[in-house]
T-cell receptor, first 110, second 114 residues
């Protein structure tokens, strides 16, 4: 079974901090994704990657960056955290169209 | 751009009732369509999918048929259980290889009462 592991379930950070969210998958999937989930807005795509060192902007990339140095690991970076980035962040991986999700990181920016 | 519209709820039903959650989409070409389910405190799980018109996806008693003429992919179940209580997301992708990510609806919160 595919396992997508996000490093933290809950995280509290302060405004202006640089924040790293880590995601690891164990199925050698080419594609990896970062979404944020907000009540009434559903899931929105932040960034995705289809290969090591490759990255593409999704629908809401502003204020975020990503890193994919190894195939199994995809990191989301908040360069200077702001309160409007308080949200649930979900990582996913896929070989073709079927995406497998981690359990999410609930991030609070104070 | 692509979009997915679904009823937001909450939808509250009694156990053994018939379930329909409506989903319609806007996209060019022939997208693949999905239903994902999110149980409390967990990530999303793929429930079912359909990749071409008139395909029916099914899993765990849930079904949905890809209707190109009405651009719809409604989720149905004949007899719901308390354990079906969750948030359900309709989604689509136009990427055959899956590299471009999914476009999601806002989710429908389903509550099943015993």
């Amino acid at each position: 079974d595919v396992k997508v592991t996000q490093s933290s379930r809950y995280l509290v950070k302060r405004t202006g901090e640089k924040v790293f969210l880590e995601c690891v998958q164990d199925m050698d999937h080419e594609n990896m994704f970062w979404y944020r989930q907000d009540p009434g807005l559903g899931l929105r795509l932040i960034y995705f990657s289809y290969d090591v060192k490759m990255k593409e902007k999704g629908d809401i990339p502003e204020g975020y960056s990503v890193s994919r140095e190894k195939k199994e690991r995809f990191s989301l970076i908040l360069e200077s955290a702001s309160t409007n980035q308080t949200s649930m962040y979900l990582c996913a991986s896929s070989y073709l169209q079927d995406q497998h999700f981690g359990d999410g990181t609930r991030l609070s920016i104070l | 751009g692509d979009s997915v519209t679904q009823m937001e709820g909450p939808v509250t039903l009694s156990e053994e009732a018939f379930l329909t959650i409506n989903c319609t989409y806007t996209a060019t070409g022939y997208p693949s369509l999905f239903w994902y389910v999110q149980y409390p405190g967990e990530g999303l799980q793929l429930l079912l999918k359909a990749t071409k018109a008139d395909d029916k996806g099914s899993n765990k008693g849930f079904e949905a048929t890809y209707r190109k003429e009405t651009t719809s992919f409604h989720l149905e179940k004949g007899s719901v259980q308390v354990s079906d209580s969750a948030v359900y997301f309709c989604a689509l992708t136009r990427s055959g290889g899956g590299a471009d990510g999914l476009t999601f609806g806002k989710g429908t919160h389903l509550i099943i009462q015993p």
